[in-house]
Structures are given as structure tokens and as C-alpha cells.
């Protein structure tokens, strides 16, 4: 079972498989290629209790990674408890240390939860990744395809506006694929209007 896993020089955390979105794009559609995202042992048999994952963790020489990101084959913060626990942890251990903590997310955390949890963030996450992904929610809906619908578009908004009063750096991404010179500036905008980074992925096909 892989719950922590080397990228770039990074050190990612997989915490479940478990999401509300099904993603047209998404990597986890993809067959195992030599690509760590398209490798089977991002597939958990079950999710690690939050114990295993600190103990991962403390195999590895934290220290030397350059940033820590919670990012695996589902959405990180459908388990935002232990992840905000498993940061409490590697802070007392490795205080000021412990390199930069990302999530990568879909921004849907306080539509799964039914609470603001953005206070939650301050102090403990360096930066949150949201998945924009489209400059409307009808197109949204249908890339991303979230159980909530076209509702979950908004929650995102509003998830990334309220985030940046906690978090020191908030980015929206979209990729590139299918993607015209006027969506894109209509994402750099629904961005701006939110204090938000705007970063276009490269497509990866899968």
C-alpha cells in the first residue's frame, strides 16, 4: 500500500481513493504506463489510519523534501481531519524544518463537510492547488462531473475566496487541453476577481 510516494523532489501523500468528482481527464482513468499517476500502488486495498500515515511518514527524512503535498488517486480532503492531524504531528516533530505543506484539491471540502473549514487551514497549510478546470459551471458539470452537480461549481468559488484569508498562497489550475484563447482569459478572471494564481497544466494524456 503506497501512502507517501517521491515526485520531483517532493513528497506526496495519498490518503484515500475516495471522491465526489469523476473527472474526464483524470489520471486514474489512465493504465499503468511507468508514470507514478498511472501505476497501481496508488490504488489503496483501504485507507490508512492516520497512525500508519504518520508512521510513513517518519520512515522518510522529511527535512530533505521540498514541500509536502496531499495528493493520491482521490480527493485529500474527504479525510481533512487526519490530514490536519497528520500536519499537527509532522509540525511537532520537525518544527520550522518541515518543508512547505500543499493541498491539491478539487475545493470542494466545505460542500463534503457541510462546514467552513478554511480557519482550519491557517497556520498549518502553505498552499492550497484548486482545480478550476472551466470558466462556467455547465462546463464544469460536465468535465468534472461532481455527484453535487452543478452546485459544486460555486461551493469551489466560494471554497477558494474564503481560503485565501488563511492560506499564504491559493492557486487556481485549469489544463490546457480543448481549452480556447477566451476560456482562458475568462479563468485568469474569475481568478483575479478572488486574489487567486491562475497556473495552466499541460495535458497529460493518460
Known sequence: MTITYE?????????TNRCNCNCVFCLRHGKAQGS???????????????????????????????????????????????????????KETY???????????????NLIHGRDVCPELKGRIDTLSISLNASTAAEYTAICRPIQGEKAYQAMLDFAAEAVNYVPRVVFTIVDKDKSPEEIEACRAIARERGVELRIRSYIDS
Open 7 to 15: 515526485y520531483e523532489g517532493a513528497l506526496y501523500v495519498n490518503l
Open 36 to 90: 507514478i499517476y498511472t501505476e497501481d500502488s496508488l490504488w489503496l486495498e483501504r485507507e490508512p489510519t492516520r497512525e500508519e500515515a504518520l508512521a510513513d511518514f517518519l520512515r522518510r527524512d522529511v527535512p530533505s523534501y521540498r514541500e509536502i503535498v496531499f495528493c493520491g488517486y482521490g480527493e485529500p480532503t474527504c479525510r481533512m481531519d487526519d490530514l490536519l492531524w497528520l500536519v499537527d504531528r509532522l
Open 95 to 109: 518544527g520550522s524544518n518541515l518543508p512547505p505543506v500543499r493541498i491539491n484539491t478539487n475545493g470542494h471540502a
